[in-house]
């Protein structure tokens, strides 16, 4: 069964400085992978995802995401943080091309920029 | 940007009391999914749709929740009856079903259970 892991509860980042969400993964077959951003009280917006290609993903707001399949991460990223970055950011997995697959979310990792 | 419509968006109800949520896919998304979300966990998912027909319901408490997409458009998730344990967020989602297409989210329902 796939799985997706986010070992941080929290980041904290000054504003300006670079930013990077962790993330790994677990499936049997190929992975399709997503970062998705929620802020409070409402649902999550899509990011960026990979499918396959170029191990690095660029996707909205300036954030990018860089494939690993050695070590089984997709970590997110972005060069330059602002404070309105701050927010809530789940990783999750799709395994299977069919429409049918489960995507399976991780627990999730708060984003604090501090100005 | 067309939007996945969710109502109520808030819900305050007695356990052992009935409660329905709806939800308005994108117009032309055949694969709907229900999510429940625990304040400060993931979304777990509950049912996933194709078209009409459940091609996962797997996580979905079947003696108290049942979920329909009769038309094969919007669905109705309803909770009888409801418990303390089942206060969270119940977000709705959609996506095209064909490729990997991301999901797009509701606002979601926000459900509290006294």
């Known amino acids: 069964a796939q799985s997706v892991a986010q070992p941080e509860d929290q980041v904290n980042v000054a504003e300006g400085n670079p930013l990077t969400v962790k993330c790994t993964y677990s499936?049997?077959?190929?992975?399709?992978l997503f970062w998705y951003v929620q802020y409070p009280n409402r649902g999550l917006q899509f990011l960026l995802k990979?499918?396959?290609?170029?191990?690095l993903v660029k996707g909205s707001y300036g954030f990018e995401a860089e494939f690993n399949k050695s070590q089984t991460s997709f970590h997110l990223k972005k060069p330059s943080a602002l404070v309105s970055d701050s927010a809530l950011y789940f990783c999750?997995?799709?395994?299977?091309?069919?429409?049918?697959?489960?995507?399976?979310f991780g627990s999730g990792t708060r984003l604090s920029i501090r100005p | 940007e067309a939007e996945v419509a969710q109502s109520p968006r808030y819900k305050i109800t007695e356990k052992s009391q009935a409660v329905a949520f709806w939800c308005d896919p994108i117009?032309?998304?055949?694969?709907l999914y229900w999510y429940r979300q625990i304040l400060g966990q993931g979304p777990e998912l509950l049912v996933q749709?194709?078209?009409?027909?459940?091609?996962?319901d797997s996580q979905l408490p079947k003696d108290r929740f049942s979920a329909e997409r009769l038309k094969g458009v919007d669905s109705t998730l309803k909770i009888q009856p409801a418990e303390l344990g089942d206060s969270a967020m119940y977000l709705c989602?959609?996506?095209?079903?064909?490729?990997?297409?991301?999901?797009?989210f509701g606002n979601g329902t926000r459900l509290t259970v006294t």
């Open positions: 999750a997995v799709r395994e299977g091309y069919s429409s049918a697959s489960k995507i399976i």
């Open positions: 990979y499918i396959t290609g170029d191990n």
């Open positions: 499936v049997s077959g190929n992975p399709y």
């Open positions: 749709f194709q078209d009409e027909s459940v091609v996962d």
């Open positions: 117009s032309g998304h055949a694969t």
């Open positions: 989602a959609s996506s095209l079903g064909r490729g990997i297409s991301p999901l797009h």
